[in-house]
DNA sequence: AGAATATGCAGGTAAATACCTGCATGTCAA
DNA sequence: TTGACATGCAGGTATTTACCTGCATATTCT
């Protein structure tokens, strides 16, 4: 897993937007995800690039289209790593805060 | 939630490290951090004001020193929100490119 | 074949980012 | 109260990012 790619390609509203419409309707072609998003064609072939690098999205040729599937595995790789390290000492971390701001 | 802010903040290597630094350790001084990042310290209270304004990171003033705890709670909705929803359609969004490189 | 369609490639710009140095302020402790 | 220590503030630079326009290539359909 490529931590970096994976949340640098989340920390933009415009490709959470297009894993949003993947979501909807997999396998979407640029053009069609082009319609959803009120910018130039090649500003969001960069995007989904962005996203084809952190591995989140997949992309198959046919013939002059290509369709854009979205990969899951990354997003729970990060959570394993991210999310569930600190989810487990969640009340104890908030613990310290807490104690802290009473005056230890 | 504003997950821009907090995917934003996740997206550069140091400030995940400042998050595992800090879960070792809760409320560590912005000096103590120092010693650990191989930077300027500006440049590290530069990473800890944008975990704070992602609200990752909440610091109390003890004195002359800054305290920082991580707050785990924006970690939780951003897994609630952008991890979950595609865990649950995993194997189906999986299934849609399986699909297609079978040919339909 | 020729026109329409879908995408790729090559730049170019403005703003954001990640660093830095130098100096100022606030706090503690002898 | 004065020196040492912890952090804050101001500004400066190089790189990256998120856009764009214009043109090229590849595929389909008539």
């Known amino acids: 897993m490529q931590a970096d790619k994976v949340f ?5 509203p415009t490709r959470r937007k297009l894993l949003d419409l993947l979501c909807e309707k997999n396998g979407q072609t ?3 995800l082009c319609e959803n998003l009120d910018m130039a064609r090649q500003s969001a072939t960069q995007h989904l690039e962005i996203l084809e690098a952190a591995n989140l999205v997949s992309t198959v ?3 002059r289209e290509k369709l854009h599937f979205i990969n899951p595995v990354p997003l729970h790789e990060v959570y394993e790593r991210w999310v569930r390290k600190f989810e487990r000492q969640r009340l104890s971390l908030l613990h310290d805060l807490k104690k802290e701001l009473e005056g230890e």
């Open 61 to 63: 040729r046919r013939g």
């Open 8 to 12: 640098k390609a989340l920390g933009d």
């Open 30 to 32: 640029l053009g069609q």
